[in-house]
Every structure is written in C-alpha cells, then in structure tokens.
C-alpha cells in the first residue's frame, strides 16, 4: 500500500500555497528564456500529440467529466470576477489587434451598393472577408 499525505493535507498545503503562488509563478515566467523559439521548433511533437489527443478522445472524455450546469456556475462566479481585469491588462493588445483589423477593412475598395443583394455581398462583402482572411494568414 502507497502511503500518501491524504487528501485533507494534500488540500491544506495547497490552500497554503495560493499566497505565494502568484509571486512564484512570475518568477517563473521572468526566468524562462527561448520560450517562442523552443515551442516552434516543438510543433511536429504539438501536431502528433494534438492528433493523439483526437485519436483518444481526450477532449470529450475531459467534457464528460462535467456538466453544463457546473461549467456556468464556475464561469459565473470565476469568470465574472476576473474578466474585467483581464480586458484592462488587455488593452494595448486589443488596441494593436483591432487597428491591423480596421486598417485592413479600411483599406479595401467595394462595390457601390445596388438593388441585388447577391452583387451587394459579392462586391462588398466577400472583398472585405478575404483582406481580413489574408490578413490572419500573414
């Protein structure tokens, strides 16, 4: 038999721990280095494990583990709670992303609108989508 701490230890050390996580955590992060470079030269082993993954059915089995109800009480009480502080430290990454996004539909020419709707999304729509899908592709 493998002796462990039990779970009301176990539970405690890491209600323990949620103070100093935070400050651990960052630095943790300040400490990585190459981190963009190494999880792009990591992308065959992320394709086969993301297949693997699929091939399981990870993601279902994972989804069967809760429920609808537990997923909107937890993003309710959680999520509510911290998304607006997520959007402010957000801001100047939203701003760059929204401006490439308004720049390219700024700087596509569309048709002048007419009485057929089909030439109206032909002329004007679709000309917009494929700038913002060129766009996300760059």
Known sequence: MVRTKGLEATVGNWKGAIGSVPGRYKQGVQAANNTIER?????DLYAAKVQEAISNKSRVKGLQKTSTAEWKSRAAELGSARIAAGMQAAEPKFRKGMG??????EAVSI???TADPIANVDGRVKPIVRALYDMKRK
């Open 39 to 43: 999880a792009i030269e990591a992308e």
């Open 100 to 105: 490439d996004v308004l720049s390219t539909i």
């Open 111 to 113: 048709s002048e609108r």
